[in-house]
């Protein structure tokens, strides 16, 4: 599908295919646009008629749909409620873009044309998400039903501003895409080394990797993460991304940390059957990280930015961990590992040390699908977020609302972090029943070495279980665009 925006000119009224106009809410009813208005006059009313006689009162979301109407070339009209007109924005604007997408992809139509009335470039963005469907594996027809769009035309004021705006956003949507693709795939297809592979690419963007195996991290004393791979035939492995973007390339860098559990099967510890599958998701925080990568690379953002995700696929097996175990890690610190389903920490206390060891970064956000105890409090709407510094926690928050991936501060503490204090080891690597997912973070502090730090638990808003004007249900990328508007706000050059 081809996205174009061009200027505004009147040639839409002779345009064919799908043509999509807007209407806000007034007081008494709707009020159209002017191309509505034009159409409404080329139609001899047609358009308002049916607004009339379907209720539609031009609130946000509100679709009338005219077919093969007499007096235009348009084989259809769409005709859309922005709801009041002062309530329109980049968001408001990604969402139409999705409702257009999402009545119009399996019309049969191939082209559409939207007469200004939105901020086209999020509106393009919006379609760009909306439209994306993991369908790779449906091999009949039903199944892999495509959409029929071939182009889609905003037609804008100022279409050159757009333009300019849009490029960048098409970039975050092939990250959010990627991030998603890589979310969806089982555990059969992606697994650590194959996970490597695909993130290679991104050398093409100009992204530095560097990849550790199982030998360079025994050398380094990772026995945390190791442990979490031992039960497992792929081989363990951190892969590192680097993009220096920042004209001062010795800037201290901005690490982002993933967890990257292929397949989490709890281990010897093992999950229960319902449910299971969905763990192919848990290295959904992995997938931001390198979505992230792959979206500040490709709108070439101003910054230092170094990625880091741990790929481990955590298996019972007779080489597994077992609950008891004792290990250290690259801290010195040692954890006694007693559920081996409590193993995303174990991955990123690491990573994290790793990260602030090599790379001495501003700060670090990690992000992981860490504790179902996340989606008991907050449900799937925001992210969790704990940290020991509350600027970044402020623009985090402020780059969620921005982007609606939304994040809420959960408290962390002394008090909660006692629970995991183990009798035999420095940690355990469990806390008490309650506050799972505090203890949890407090157990990554204790691998932050003081740096500024904030850990992102995304397990209720990495998959959703239902469609959204801006995604079908499965994936969301979630992370993305929040880590990518904290860096544009806050970061650049
Ligand atoms: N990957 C899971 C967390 C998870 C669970 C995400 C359900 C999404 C849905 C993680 O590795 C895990 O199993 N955590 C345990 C921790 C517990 C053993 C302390 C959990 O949350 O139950
Ligand atoms: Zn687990
Ligand atoms: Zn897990």
Request: hydrophobic fraction near 40%; charged fraction near 20%; include cysteine.
């Amino acid at each position: 599908m081809k996205i174009n925006i061009k200027e505004l000119s009147n040639k839409y009224l002779n345009t064919e295919g799908a043509v999509v106009v807007f209407a806000f809410n007034v007081e008494d009813g709707y009020t159209f646009q002017k191309p509505a208005l034009l159409f409404d006059e080329k139609t001899s009313g047609a358009l308002s008629n049916a607004a009339n006689s379907s209720e539609f009162k031009g609130k946000f979301g509100q679709i009338v749909e005219l077919l093969a109407p007499n007096g235009v070339a348009a084989s259809r009209i769409i005709l859309i409620g922005l709801g009041e007109m002062d309530a329109l924005n980049s968001l408001t604007s990604e969402q139409v873009g999705g409702k257009v997408i999402n009545k119009l992809m399996y019309s049969g139509e191939k082209s559409i044309t939207i007469v200004d009335g939105v901020i086209a470039a999020h509106a393009a963005f919006g379609i760009r998400l909306r439209s994306y469907k993991f369908d790779k594996y449906y091999t009949t027809e039903k199944n892999s039903k495509k959409s029929s769009i071939a182009t889609v035309t905003f037609l804008t004021v100022g279409a050159d501003v757009s333009n300019r705006a849009f490029s960048d956003l098409d970039k975050i949507a092939d990250g959010v895409i990627m991030a998603r693709d890589l979310v969806s795939e089982p555990g059969n297809i992606l697994y650590p080394e194959s996970y490597a592979e695909q993130i290679k690419e991104l050398k093409n963007l100009g992204i530095e990797i560097e990849i550790l195996n199982e030998d360079a991290m025994e050398e380094l004393g990772m026995e945390s993460i190791l442990g979490v791979g031992q039960g497992s035939s792929s081989e363990t492995l951190i892969v590192i991304m680097k993009w220096m973007g920042s004209k001062n390339k010795k800037l201290q860098p901005l690490a982002l940390v993933g967890k990257g559990v292929t397949f989490d099967t709890g281990g010897i510890s093992l999950k229960p059957v319902p449910g299971m599958g969905d763990m192919k998701f848990d290295m959904g925080g992995s997938a931001a990280v390198v979505g992230a990568m792959k979206a500040i690379a490709g709108r070439k953002a101003k910054a230092n930015v170094i990625g880091i995700v741990g790929l481990v696929e955590n298996m019972p097996s007779g080489t597994a961990q077992r609950p008891g175990d004792v290990v250290s890690s690259m801290s010195g610190q040692t954890i006694e590992v007693l559920n081996t389903d409590a193993e995303g920490r174990l991955v990123l206390a690491d990573c994290l040390w790793y990260c602030q060891e090599k790379y001495n970064p501003k700060f670090m956000i990690d992000l992981a699908t860490l504790t179902g105890a996340i989606m008991v409090a907050l449900g799937q709407e925001y992210a969790g977020i704990f940290s020991n510094d509350d600027e970044l926690c402020e623009q985090l928050i402020a780059a969620g609302k921005t982007v609606d991936e939304p994040v809420w501060r959960m408290p962390i503490g002394e008090a909660y972090d006692k629970q995991i204090d183990s009798d035999i080891a420095d940690m355990k690597n469990i806390g008490g029943k309650y506050a799972g997912s505090i203890t949890a973070a407090q157990f990554l502090q204790r691998f932050v070495n003081g740096v500024p730090w904030v850990h992102i638990d995304i397990a209720g808003t990495a998959w959703k279980q239902n469609t959204s004007s801006i995604a079908e249900k499965g994936a969301t990328g979630y992370g993305v665009r929040l880590l990518d508007q904290l860096i544009r706000d806050n970061y650049e050059d």
